[in-house]
Structures are given as structure tokens and as C-alpha cells.
């Protein structure tokens, strides 16, 4: 009473123990990190929790967070982007955050937001590469033998 001190809940953790199966919202991680970014949410790994604030998030966020743990965890600690496109994006989306004044540090909301349409950013460019690699080309379709009767 008095003293100056003030105390404050602890950030809520995950640990695999704890972990219901819920519903995840669609998307996937990408899809999930940049609804956590635009909720305010911040994340910290500590070992093996993840540690987030603010304490009461949405059912559907909680269960992502829970679906998609590994990843997340792997990600604050390398957040390796495969494509030049989507280290761009991700950099170009931390420079606006950065010169907006908000905070771009790994785990922070912006960051999340940036590394979730970054990672969009590059599903888009594999899903494209990939279909280009599986559609035939024109030439193939031309030069294939007719059957018939």
C-alpha cells in the first residue's frame, strides 16, 4: 500500500499442455499473423511459451496462436523469407511502420503485419511459379497426338 509498487497479471503463455483444439481462423499463418498485428497484439517467444499481450484476445486468434505455435516460435527466433519479392515486401512494410513511429521490433503488431504479407507475398509467388511449372505449354498442346476413331 503506499510503496510505489504496482503490480500487473503476468502476459499469458502457451505451453503444449495447455493447448485445446480450437477453431483457427483461414489462411494460415500468414493470414494469422497479420490479424494478430492489426488486433494490437504483441508476441514473445520465451523457450518453449509464447508469451503475448494484451492478456484477453479473440477465441479465433487464441486459437491460432495454439494451432500454429511451432511456427510462430520459429519464426521470432529466424524469420527467413525464401524469395527476394517477399524480403522486399517485408522490408519496405517495416520502413512505413518505422517512419510512422511504430514499433518494428521482432514480435511487435507492425512487425507481425509485415511478416505476415510478406509471407503472403511469397505463397503468391510459388503458388504462381509452380502453376507455370504444371500448365502445359502451347507447344506441348500442339504437338500432342490426336487419337481418335
Do not use: Q, Y
Not at 85 to 95: P, V
Not at 120 to 144: G, M, Q, V
Amino acid at each position: 500500500m503506499g510503496d510505489g509498487v504496482t503490480t500487473s497479471t503476468p502476459a499469458p503463455t502457451l505451453r503444449d499442455r495447455d493447448s485445446p483444439a480450437p477453431e483457427c481462423p483461414p489462411g494460415g499463418l500468414p493470414a494469422l499473423l497479420c490479424s494478430l498485428g492489426r488486433a494490437g497484439v504483441t508476441i514473445a517467444a520465451h523457450a518453449d511459451w509464447l508469451r503475448f499481450k494484451p492478456a484477453t484476445i479473440a477465441p479465433a486468434l487464441l486459437a491460432g496462436l495454439t494451432l500454429h505455435k511451432p511456427d510462430i516460435l520459429a519464426t521470432l527466433i529466424d524469420p527467413s523469407l525464401p524469395s527476394e519479392e517477399a524480403r522486399h515486401t517485408f522490408g519496405e512494410r517495416l520502413g512505413i511502420a518505422d517512419a510512422l513511429g511504430m514499433d518494428t521490433t521482432p514480435g511487435a503488431s507492425a512487425w507481425l503485419i509485415a511478416l505476415g504479407e510478406s509471407m503472403h507475398t511469397d505463397a503468391t509467388e510459388s503458388a504462381r511459379n509452380l502453376s507455370h511449372l504444371l500448365a502445359p505449354s502451347r507447344n506441348t498442346l500442339h504437338n500432342a497426338p490426336i487419337e481418335g476413331r
